[in-house]
């Protein structure tokens, strides 16, 4: 399990952008990427992903 988990949203260019960081329990990355999602970006692109903090590698995606 992840210590620290990068929540992100996708742009209108289709570049990822920081939206917050969340600790790395299964719960707060699902609120974390549901915030992410009802922000003004997050309402155009419907997109947002989790990434481990420390590797990069990609936790979990969430389309709206």
Do not use: C, H
């Amino acid at each position: 399990m992840p210590n620290k988990v990068k929540i992100q949203v996708q742009d209108q260019f289709g570049k990822w952008q920081n939206y917050s960081t969340v600790s790395g329990y299964p719960s707060s990355i699902k609120q974390g990427m549901e915030a992410a999602l009802k922000t003004a970006m997050g309402k155009n692109s419907g997109k947002a992903r989790a990434i481990d903090a420390e590797t990069g590698a990609m936790i979990d995606m969430l389309f709206d």
